[in-house]
Each structure stands twice: as structure tokens, then as C-alpha cells.
């Protein structure tokens, strides 16, 4: 009787796709003045129409949304930048300067998940100002991390150059009846 049990649990555990998470190691990067820094970035080969670009995106826990580099949109994936509509985005930076002008195109993106591609679009936004480019392009919240949690690890061994981030598959929602708005507090 145990046997059968144990034998019928298996089938129906089998049966389930359990990919839970995978990591990813920080990327190391060399500065111009020669000092080494780690970023968490992630190899993917964005897509806009029939045109491919392979590229890394800083992951940026702090944006809320993904943004290209000028020249990445323009002449790694031929989008038509200067004819796209203006996006009306309230855009500040760190600095809290606003961004000026801005186009927003929809791209889509594929990355290895371990031994599968994840496809995925992107809501992406284009700088349009040569002076304010970001010097990556930035992997930002919306919508990436509402499908995909992101979990950064660093001081888990003495080393610090060591490094990684986990990504999780976020593919069970919770009900939002359990979770509150945030209420009057905002920051300026």
C-alpha cells in the first residue's frame, strides 16, 4: 500500500512544472579610471518587429521603468525613434531633474531561464537627449519585476567581489484583497 502511495505522489508531483529560480553571477565591469564594480545585469536579445539586437540590461530596482539607450533603439533595433509620439511620463531622474524628451516604444525581450528562453515585452522608454543618456540600458520594474521577483545577494561569503541575483518566476498571484494601498505619505 505505501509503494502505491509513494509511487502515485511521484506521478503527480512529475507532473507539475517546477522551475522555481535561477542565478545569475554579477557581471564585473572596469571602469575608465580602472576601478572594478559589479552590476546585476542580464544577457538578453531584445526584439522590435523582425530586428534583433543581443544585449545586456542593468536589472535597476529603482526605475520604475526599463529604458534604452539612444543609439541601442535606433541602430541596434532600427526603431524609428524621432517619429514615435512623445510620451507625457511624469520622468525624473536620481537627481530629480526632469527627463525632457522621451519616446516609448513596446520591445520584447528573451533571456535563458536555465535550459529555457523566457519571452517577455517590455514597456521601454527611448532618451531622446544625447547629454542625459543613461550610460546602460536599464531593466526596470514595470512590468519585469511583477512577473519575475529579483533577489540580489551579496555579502554571503567574505569576498566582495563576489556576487550574484536570483530570479524567481512569479507565476502565483496572491489576492490583492490581503494587501493595503500605501496611505499620505509622499516624497518630494
Known amino acids: 500500500m505505501c509503494l502505491f502511495i509513494s509511487e502515485y505522489l511521484w506521478a503527480q508531483h512529475s507532473r507539475v ?3 522555481t529560480s535561477y542565478s545569475y553571477p554579477f557581471t564585473t565591469i572596469i571602469q575608465k579610471d580602472g576601478t572594478v564594480i559589479l552590476r546585476p545585469m542580464l544577457t538578453v536579445i531584445l526584439r522590435y518587429g ?5 544585449t545586456e540590461l542593468l536589472l535597476d ?3 520604475d521603468y526599463s529604458i534604452l539607450r539612444y543609439d541601442t ?11 514615435l509620439p512623445e510620451c507625457k511620463l511624469p520622468l525624473k531622474g536620481i537627481t530629480s531633474e526632469p527627463q525632457d524628451t522621451v519616446r516609448c516604444e513596446n520591445v520584447s525581450l528573451t533571456f535563458k531561464y536555465g535550459a529555457k528562453e523566457i519571452t517577455t515585452e517590455i514597456f521601454a522608454i527611448i532618451m531622446i537627449d544625447e547629454e542625459k543618456q543613461p550610460s546602460r540600458n536599464l531593466l526596470g520594474r514595470d512590468p519585469f519585476f511583477y512577473n519575475f521577483r529579483v533577489d540580489f545577494r551579496m555579502g554571503y561569503t567574505e569576498d566582495k567581489s563576489l556576487g550574484k541575483y536570483i530570479l524567481y518566476h512569479e507565476d502565483k498571484k496572491r ?8 496611505r499620505g505619505r509622499q516624497i518630494r
Open 17 to 19: 512544472n517546477y522551475i
Open 61 to 63: 530596482s529603482g526605475a
Open 175 to 182: 489576492s490583492a484583497k490581503r494587501y493595503h494601498r500605501p
Open 73 to 83: 533603439a535606433k541602430y541596434g533595433l532600427n526603431i524609428p525613434v524621432k517619429s
Open 50 to 54: 523582425s530586428k534583433t539586437f543581443p
